[in-house]
């Protein structure tokens, strides 16, 4: 995780992300809370999940205030019921009341993507099928919610556009179809990446295959159609089916026999885990 954290420049992130709440300063605290005051917390689990961002919630503090200690008792993707104390946090009053709700913010949305992440995958328990992201991440967290998605035990689509190639409808449209867009990736993309092409049915998915594609993306299309289309592939390719899947019976799906099952929702719409931080 350190790797991919560094990459975002996580303290500078973190720096950002405290001076839009603090702005010109909490005037709250500032007012009542003398400066001299120290306090022992603990950060309380409300409800039923799994955790994710235990070392974010750590380095808001560090960024805001070096003399504020945090103490993790959990790790990421270990699962947490209501009442489960996660980390504790002693120093200065102030400072660890001005952090508290950055730190919340973050530790809560990271933990609410793996715990929808990890129900995803444990319904579909005892099939093949994978559960995997999209880019449907909100900006400058795309890294974060992407860790958040593999502590609940799902897999990484591409974190941006240099990944791998995805040609979809509309490049489709705009290259003058699949045959000739896949023509156009083999002269200039690396031979080292694997091609995706969106497909809504049987004449697109012949074209993928008769282009080579690595990967035909079953879009937007029913359990029959899935079911129609993957025993058609016959393992030619990768499958991986997408388009609103949040909303759809997952064991139904991966029934069919695809290999992947990607769900932007497990990012762009999570619900965050309920968690507080309470001083002793």
Do not use: W
């Not at 702005?23 to 003398?34: A, K």
């Not at 880019?135 to 799902?154: F, I, N, Q, S």
Request: charged fraction near 25%; hydrophobic fraction near 40%; aromatic fraction near 2%.
């Amino acid at each position: 995780m350190s790797d991919q954290l560094s990459y975002i420049g996580l303290e500078r992130f973190l720096s950002e992300a405290l001076a839009e709440d603090i702005g010109t300063g909490d005037i709250t605290t500032l007012s009542c809370v003398p400066d001299e005051a120290v306090s022992k917390g603990r950060f309380i689990a409300k409800d039923t999940g799994i955790i994710c961002g235990i070392d974010i919630l750590s380095k808001v503090f560090v960024v805001l205030d070096h003399r504020v200690k945090v103490l993790p008792l959990l790790t990421d993707g270990a699962p947490v019921k209501a009442g489960d104390i996660i980390a504790e946090i002693e120093g200065p009053s102030r400072s660890i009341l001005t952090g508290e709700r950055t730190a919340l913010n973050l530790l809560q949305h990271l933990s609410g993507i793996a715990t929808r992440t990890h129900e995803t995958v444990q319904s579909l328990q005892g099939l093949h099928t994978q559960i995997a992201d999209t880019r449907k991440t909100l900006p400058g967290l795309r890294v974060l919610e992407k860790y958040a998605v593999r502590c609940g035990g799902g897999k990484n689509h591409r974190f941006n556009l240099s990944d791998g190639v995805l040609i979809k409808d509309n490049h489709i449209v705009a290259a003058g179809g699949i045959k000739p867009a896949i023509e156009k990736v083999r002269l200039s993309a690396p031979h080292t990446l694997k091609i995706e092409v969106e497909t809504e049915n049987l004449q697109q998915i012949d074209e993928a295959l008769a282009a080579k594609a690595d990967i035909i993306m079953l879009d937007n299309m029913s359990v029959d159609q899935m079911t129609e289309a993957v025993r058609h592939i016959a393992g030619r390719a990768i499958t991986e089916a997408s388009g609103n899947m949040g909303d759809k019976d997952l064991r139904a799906v991966a029934a069919t026999g695809v290999d992947y099952i990607s769900i932007g929702a497990l990012t762009h719409s999570v619900k965050a885990l309920d968690i507080s931080l309470r001083f002793k």
